[in-house]
């Protein structure tokens, strides 16, 4: 009798466990793999949330990089601005001299400024002995000339055919400029030399590149590009953004002020704060 109950037991227990994974569902063969308790959709989901797991771990390791948003939205914001230094600085205006190669808080003077992380240095600066401003690249209209002018003695004028202007000042070929009109009759000076009066700038700037006007829209303001840049900085209005050597808009028009420090970076004041901008990977992005 124990014999035939035994026996009866184990006709019963296939029966038993297949009764057991139903209930608590057991994968099928088709979906159940040795050592992966999973069914098929239960992986699809779980791998979804380990890939999305493992995005936002890649995203939170930004630490020499800032993206504007980033650390709300996990995504790339409107402005697409990547920063060195996120625009935190507090500096209230932020001056380079380019012949003692020197960012600090005022002109040729105040506290000198890192210009990797934005923040002053220990040591007082070195300021060196040096003249005046010199002039600024600028354009007639009217006459068709081009040249270098101030508006002091120091500055002097060179109006020119293109042609001569080029020849003249080589550094012109190959380069991005702001150039600015101006009413070139409209001059002062003494016997040994001449200068542009004050009123004859206009405050009204073109792009060239190489020679050649690449923009037929007027900013407001134009900065410097470094030998060889592709984009320069300009303003319209209030606001400064990047132009490229077709005169297009690259980067937005979104800063209060642009200082170049290399190549590849700027201080930006944006939204009342100076920063440090990544030029070449915010170009990158958008």
């Known amino acids: 009798m124990k014999k035939l109950v035994m026996t009866l037991f184990i006709l019963a227990m296939p029966f038993m466990l297949i009764a057991c994974g139903s209930e608590n569902d057991t994968p099928s063969d088709e979906s159940y793999t040795s050592g992966n308790h999973m069914t098929e959709e239960n992986s699809e989901v ?21 993206v504007v948003g980033m650390e709300t939205e996990p ?63 600028v354009y007639d209209p009217e006459l068709n000339l081009f040249g270098i002018a101030g508006t002091d003695a120091y500055s002097g004028m060179v109006m020119l055919p293109l042609d001569e202007f080029m020849e003249q000042f080589p550094f012109v070929s190959g380069n991005l400029m702001a150039i600015q009109i101006v009413d070139s009759t409209r001059v002062t000076g003494t016997e040994w030399d001449e200068w542009l009066e004050e009123d004859a700038f206009t405050g009204r700037f073109l792009v060239m590149y190489d020679g050649i006007l690449v923009s037929d829209f007027e900013f407001d303001s134009g900065g410097l590009s470094l030998d060889d840049s592709d984009i320069i900085n300009m303003r319209i209005g209030d606001k400064w953004g990047f132009v490229d050597r077709n005169g297009d808009t690259v980067i937005p028009f979104v800063f209060e002020r642009i200082l170049w420090i290399d190549g590849d970076s700027v201080f ?19």
């Open 268 to 286: 930006a004041h944006y939204n009342g704060r100076y920063g440090i901008l990544n030029i070449r990977r915010t170009l990158e992005v958008r």
């Open 46 to 66: 779980e791998e979804s949330d380990m890939v999305e797991e493992s995005n936002e771990t890649e995203e939170s390791d930004i630490d020499e990089e800032y």
């Open 75 to 137: 995504q790339v914001p409107e402005d697409n601005l990547v920063w060195i230094v996120p625009p935190m600085l507090e500096h209230d205006r932020i001056y380079y001299c380019s012949v003692c190669d020197i960012f600090s808080t005022e002109l040729h003077g105040g506290r000198e400024i890192d210009r990797t992380t934005g923040l002053f240095l220990d040591d007082d600066p070195t300021w060196g002995g040096h003249g005046g401003g010199g002039g600024t690249p």
